[in-house]
């Protein structure tokens, strides 16, 4: 019996290991991947937008060669940080079903002295208990989707990995943020013909607030405009995907055929709720998109023992993934101890 069963080894889930290794709870992570595994299909050579003070889990533990780490550093730093402090993680092993084990009841004297929920974790390799459970795994295995003819081509991927395949070829990205900013700005430099098809309310957007580009890729791709090595193309919407061409609509209604050997979808991804609403947990739709009911201090959820962080709250980026456990772990120890002091 675990006191706490995290799913997701990111940030989210390596600082509540962490955490909860300190406060001297019985956990395991697993992990359907690898270690960090959103960072590790980060495109490669990637530079981190952010600071090394929002990515680390001590204060000075990261030391990139910049002032801003690349992928790979970034990577390198929470693998060793699981190694290096010892961390239960599983790494590969998919969690396929969470459930409820019904409730259980310490008895003192011939009396019921309290009741805790248990759950049971059901993973393609076993299957584990625990009185609590933290969704922290990402959201990049549920792309969101155009839903246009053609879109199911093998030319067409909701990720960015690299540039090379792509050299002399004619590349469309769609999108309107970091992501698709930074593939549409590694083809053009690297070669390859690229058309960026964006809203014009996302391309003049500059509140870092909103999801826009960020002003250090923003520039950079404004310089590839003015060498002609990026195409910019404000998007009415898009019509279909063929194999060797995409139609488009501009914003102001024309009908635009241009050729293409493959097209990149980079417009978000939403974290998968399935799990969580089997177990009776309630959503709401905020600023993110759908998220879970929880409460803002704790990350407990309105079904006793189950917690959120990452993807599943209303806070995305890593900073407050990493500082979100230094909340979740003290409630779930205090009350992991009261139920103790209890019995």
């Not at 092993?93 to 248990?118: L, W």
């Not at 580009?213 to 919407?237: A, D, M, R, S, T």
């Not at 279909?240 to 979808?265: A, H, K, M, Q």
Request: proline share 6%.
């Amino acid at each position: 019996m675990y006191d706490l069963i995290i799913i997701g080894a990111g940030p989210a889930g390596i600082s509540a290991a962490y955490e909860a290794k300190l406060a001297g709870l019985k956990y395991v992570v697993i992990e359907k991947g690898l270690i960090a595994n959103t960072i590790y299909h980060y495109p490669v050579g990637l530079t981190v937008f952010s600071t090394t003070n929002e990515l680390e889990f001590n204060e000075g533990d990261l030391k990139p060669a910049r002032d801003k780490p690349t992928r790979e550093e970034l990577l390198s730093y929470y693998v060793r940080f699981v190694l290096d402090n010892e961390l239960n993680v599983r790494t590969e092993e998919m969690v396929v079903q969470v459930k409820p084990s019904g409730r259980t009841a310490s008895v003192a004297g011939g009396t019921p002295a309290f009741q805790s929920s248990r759950f049971r974790v059901i993973t393609d390799r076993g299957e584990y208990d625990a009185r609590n459970i933290l969704f922290a795994n990402g959201a990049m295995d549920h792309p969101r989707k155009l839903n246009v003819p053609g879109e199911d081509l093998p030319k067409v991927h909701d990720q960015f990995r690299e540039t090379y395949p792509w050299v002399r070829k004619q590349a469309l990205i769609v999108g309107g943020g970091n992501s698709a900013g930074e593939a549409a700005l590694f083809l053009a430099q690297e070669g390859a013909e690229t058309t960026l098809a964006i809203f014009r309310s996302d391309w003049e957007n500059n509140d870092p607030k909103q999801g826009c580009i960020k002003y250090w890729v923003k520039q950079p791709l404004e310089e590839e405009l003015k060498e002609h090595c990026l195409k910019l193309f404000f998007l009415g919407k898009i019509i279909e995907i063929r194999e060797g061409e995409v139609e488009l609509e501009s914003e102001t209604g024309e009908p635009v055929v241009i050729p293409n050997d493959v097209v990149f979808v980079l417009i978000g991804s939403d974290a998968d709720l399935t799990m969580l609403k089997s177990l009776g947990v309630g959503t709401e739709q905020s600023k993110s998109g759908e998220v879970p009911v929880y409460d803002p201090e704790t990350f407990e959820t309105n079904v006793p023992g189950i917690y959120v962080a990452g993807h599943f709250t209303n806070h995305r980026h890593i900073k407050p993934a990493i500082d979100a456990p230094r909340k979740i772990i003290p409630h779930i120890a205090a009350k992991q101890g009261n139920a103790k002091a209890r019995a």
